[in-house]
């Protein structure tokens, strides 16, 4: 952890790729699928997690290969942020792209790895992969978050 929180002073455009890689919490929220209604565009979150989630750890285990084995997997960048609206509103980079600070149980600012497990901000203990549910069975998982302060 950098104890200069670069994240309240560097630009997310102007931050190099080891600070861009650290703002990911490790929620996970943004592996869940999600759907669309196509009449509001609302965004529903599911509990079902890309076959490349390892629920336990909710980071990737394919990660440097992920676009590869998963095409429509997304890569944030700072220029694209203004464009994901999925991202949940507890997301660092979304966070700080609206000009939020980062809550305390974000690792850079705790200090602790865990402590996005420990708020339950991750998917870790629920979610199921996408190998054990039909495309047409994602509506059956729709989830609701619990607000966070």
Not at 15 to 23: A, G, I, K, R, V
Not at 62 to 75: K, S
Not at 81 to 90: A, E, H, S
Not at 124 to 139: A, I, K, M, Q
Request: net charge negative; proline share 6%; charged share 30%.
């Amino acid at each position: 952890m950098s104890s200069s929180r670069f994240w309240e002073t560097v630009p997310l455009a102007e931050m190099s790729t080891e600070q861009w890689e650290s703002l990911c919490d490790g929620c996970a929220r943004c592996c869940l699928h999600k759907l669309q209604d196509a009449h509001t565009e609302k965004i529903y979150y599911t509990n079902v997690a890309c076959r490349l989630l390892d629920p336990q750890r909710c980071r990737c285990t394919q990660y440097e290969r992920r676009q590869t084995l998963i095409p429509d997997c997304v890569v944030l960048t700072p220029d694209g942020l203004g464009d994901l609206t999925w991202l949940p509103d507890t997301c660092a980079y979304r966070l700080l792209s609206e000009n939020r600070p980062l809550p305390a149980w974000h690792p850079l600012v705790s200090g602790d790895p865990e402590s996005v497990h420990l708020a339950d901000i991750s998917v870790r203990g629920f979610t199921v992969s996408e190998d054990e549910v039909d495309d047409e069975d994602f509506e059956d998982h729709i989830i609701r978050w619990i607000e966070v302060d």
